[in-house]
């Protein structure tokens, strides 16, 4: 089965604070996604990778970057976190975008106070 | 106006009901269309996946496009309390990415 591991699954920081939100898959996908979750507001995506130091943006890529420095590895991170950032992220992965298998993991609950 | 459109619900149904879920779109460059569901504090997971138009059967589930009305659907049949979710529609065009429906919750109740 194709897992897809999120480091945290709830995590609480203050306004400023860098955040480090890690994703890790193992089933050798080229793709990866990071999407956030709101209520009424359904998935959006931040940003996603086709291939290792390859990154696009996505919907919403304002206050966030990522990194891709390994095929199984895919991180969010947001500079200076504020509240508005208070959101469930969800990592996917998947083998071909047009499949419409993408792979999530289980989300990271993130409240920024 | 969203490129897709879905009711958040919630619905509502008794053990055994047939559920219909919808989606309408307004991007006529979609043909990939998939069903995700969603557990409670779990990340969504694909549920069924139809290319262009037409339907497709798997078990409990019959997933419905019909590209002329942008509109798509899902039907479960002899629904289950296990089938309480939140049910995300998803469509692509030229595989670049998903553009996700909002959700809609559904709980089948005893």
């Known amino acids: 089965d194709v897992k897809v591991t999120q480091s945290s699954r709830y995590l609480v920081k203050r306004t400023g604070e860098k955040v480090f939100l890690e994703c890790v898959q193992d089933?050798?996908?080229?793709?990866m996604f990071w999407y956030r979750q709101d209520p009424g507001l359904g998935l959006r995506l931040i940003y996603f990778?086709?291939?290792?130091?390859?990154?696009e943006k996505g919907d919403i890529p304002e206050g966030y970057s990522v990194s891709r420095e390994k095929k199984e590895r895919f991180s969010l991170i947001l500079e200076s976190a504020s509240t508005n950032q208070t959101s469930m992220y969800l990592c996917?992965?998947?083998?071909?975008?047009?499949?419409?298998?993408?792979?999530f993991g289980e989300g990271s609950r993130l409240t920024v106070l | 106006q969203k490129e897709v459109e879905q009711d958040p619900g919630p619905l509502s149904v008794p053990e055994g009901a047939i559920v219909s879920l919808n989606c309408t779109y307004s991007?006529?460059?979609?043909?990939?269309f998939m069903w995700y569901r969603q557990y409670s504090r779990k990340g969504p997971e694909l549920l069924m996946y139809?290319?262009?138009?037409g339907n497709k059967e798997d078990g409990r589930f019959t997933a419905q496009v019909d590209k002329s009305s942008k509109y798509i659907s899902l039907f479960i049949r002899d629904s289950q309390p296990s089938d309480s979710a939140t049910y995300l529609c998803?469509?692509?065009?030229?595989?670049?990415?998903?553009?996700f429906g909002t959700g809609t919750r559904l709980q089948v109740t005893l």
């Open positions: 996917a992965s998947s083998f071909r975008v047009s499949s419409g298998e993408l792979f």
């Open positions: 089933m050798d996908h080229e793709n």
């Open positions: 990778s086709y291939d290792v130091k390859m990154k």
């Open positions: 991007n006529s460059a979609f043909q990939y």
């Open positions: 139809t290319y262009s138009s």
């Open positions: 998803a469509m692509t065009g030229t595989a670049s990415k998903l553009t």
